[in-house]
Every structure is written in C-alpha cells, then in structure tokens.
Nanobody, 123 residues
Framework: VQLQASGGGLVQTGDSLRLSCVASGGSIGGYSMGWFRQAPGKEREFVAAISWSGDFTYYTDSVKGRFTISRDNAKNTVHLQMNSLKPEDTAVYYC?????????????????WGQGTQVTVSS
C-alpha cells in the first residue's frame, strides 16, 4: 500500500486546513489509519487515528475538539480536518496504515507511511 498525503500549506492562527491521504496499490479497508506529525528537532508524535470501520477515533489531547479524522474506504481516502490552528501545530504531517490493532498511538504499530505534508501556522 502506498500512501500519498496532501493538503498542507501556510495559514494563519485560527485558520483551517483539510489534509487528505490517498492510498494506492491496495485497499485501506482492513487497516486502521493514523496521522502523526513531526516538528523540527522533535520526535514524531501521534495526532489522531481511526479504526478500520470508522467506528472509533482517537486523538492526542492537544487537538481534541479542533481536529477530526475521517475515512472513506470506498475512495481509499483518509482526511484530517484541522480547525482553529495554532502555531504549535506547525509540523510535517504523515498518514500511516496499521494492521496491528493496538493502541494506534505509537509509530512502530504502523506498517505503511506516506511522505508527509508541511503545515505551517503563523502567529
């Protein structure tokens, strides 16, 4: 499975962005999907995840109430709607696919990764 993330950009504090992750070479239907981010000089951190069915979603505390993860298995796509963006959200955002079924909060639980899309939030 190849993952292609897109939708990043340069925005101002309080703006919104919608990231997309499109899969090719296979179906994401059997995978839980996640978004991670990595700021310069920092480790990659968990942002959000969604179960294979879409019934369960998980968020890191700093984005709860602002970000929403969703998926469309028919379109092999996962989205991350990001509202009320803050400068501390600035990072490269990665989508990933997991067959692990664990906590979904650790990078090592994921089998496939996209290339990342840059999100920059100016103050």
């Amino acid at each position: 499975v190849q993952l292609q993330a897109s939708g990043g950009g340069l925005v101002q504090t309080g703006d919104s962005l919608r990231l997309s992750c499109v899969a090719s070479g296979g179906s994401i239907g059997g995978y839980s999907m996640g978004w991670f981010r990595q700021a310069p000089g920092k480790e990659r951190e968990f942002v959000a995840a969604i179960s294979w069915s879409g019934d369960f979603t998980y968020y890191t505390d700093s984005v709860k109430g602002r970000f929403t993860i969703s998926r469309d298995n028919a379109k092999n796509t996962v989205h991350l709607q990001m509202n009320s963006l803050k400068p501390e959200d600035t990072a490269v955002y990665y989508c990933a696919a997991s067959s692990d079924g664990g906590s979904l909060r650790r990078p090592r639980e994921y089998d496939y990764w996209g290339q990342g899309t840059q999100v920059t939030v100016s103050s």
